[in-house]
């Protein structure tokens, strides 16, 4: 039986979260059917543009992306923190831009109509608003705005009901900075490896797309978590320097192109020095996030299913 959602998710373990859905149907999410040779293509647009548009009212953070042809992969990061500072007015704008709240959070945000609210009225619409602010940094909310809202589309296209994703999303809790960047690294490069593309730039519709496109026009995109490399700004940004990162994600790259088994990178990226990753750690955080793991993901998780590799 699968485990409740809410024991999968605690912030008080990692803010990070690996989120993978699948379709459902034998239809493509995206790409083309090679029975009826239509293309869906487009419905990429759909998932990223849904995508930008939630990050912009949740406390949810993208820190990489990838659209495959039958699913998605997400690295999500929880701002609770964020969530919490906002007044009640912030939380019912942000809502509203989602869902028509009630008829007492439509009227406060009225100014005129606010000021003819009772008190029992407004204790009533705080009540509510927290519930509203409960839910904009709940990665279930999340993924259920964007699952539902591309569901939706593709079912009036098909011109047919029912499922079109499976009934839950999986979830991997990232339990420390090598599970993070191994796990982005994973993600970013899901196209190379099924080979959907021959380099990380070409990537269409990932995070390493539109971080490299934003490098060479000397910033970062917007609508992801930036990569700032000092600790001291972890809370504004991913603990990683993003030409690191950049530069990691580019040998990685090179070796699954060649068809190597095992990834040896030039030279040991400051990243995994940084974080504690052995080359051979990094093989297996890389190439196993779904395969070998379950519902955490760390380092010495890693180590540990290392070992026993190796004594058995």
């Not at 499976?166 to 994973?186: I, N, P, T, W």
């Not at 020095?273 to 990094?282: A, V």
Request: aromatic letters at 8%; charged letters at 20%.
């Amino acid at each position: 039986m699968p485990s409740p959602r809410k024991s999968l998710i605690c912030l008080q373990n990692t803010p990070y979260y690996h989120c993978v859905s699948r379709c459902v149907r034998r239809a493509f999410l995206c790409g083309k059917d090679r029975y009826s040779g239509k293309s869906y293509e487009h419905r990429r647009q759909w998932v990223e543009d849904r995508l930008i548009a939630l990050t912009s009212v949740f406390s949810i953070d993208v820190c990489a992306y990838a659209v495959m042809s039958n699913h998605t992969h997400l690295v999500l990061h929880v701002d609770r923190n964020e969530a919490l500072s906002w007044t009640t007015e912030e939380v019912l704008r942000r809502w509203h831009s989602l869902h028509k709240g009630t008829v007492l959070t439509q009227q406060y945000m009225q100014p005129a109509q606010r000021a003819s609210l009772t008190e029992a009225q407004i204790t009533t619409i705080i009540s509510t608003a927290n519930i509203y602010r409960q839910r904009l940094y709940d990665i279930s909310w999340f993924m259920r705005l964007l699952n539902e809202f591309i569901a939706r589309e593709a079912n009036k296209e098909d011109e047919c009901t029912g499922r079109f994703w499976e009934g839950r999303f999986k979830s991997q809790a990232l339990l420390d900075e090598a599970a993070l960047v191994a796990c982005m690294a994973y993600v970013d490069l899901n196209p190379l490896r099924v080979g959907l593309s021959k380099t990380p730039e070409t990537s269409e519709f990932t995070s390493i797309k539109h971080r490299i496109e934003a490098v060479q026009l000397g910033g970062q995109p917007k609508f992801l978590k930036p990569l700032v490399g000092n600790a001291s700004q972890a809370l504004k940004g991913l603990p990683f320097n993003l030409a690191d990162y950049l530069t990691l994600v580019d040998e990685t790259a090179r070796q699954i192109s060649t068809g190597k088994s095992g990834y040896v990178l030039h030279n040991t990226s400051p990243i995994i020095q940084r974080t504690g990753l052995s080359q051979i750690n990094w093989n297996s955080m890389v190439v196993g996030i779904e395969d070998i793991f379950s519902n955490s993901i760390g380092l010495s998780i890693a180590q540990r299913r290392l070992a026993l590799s190796r004594a058995g």
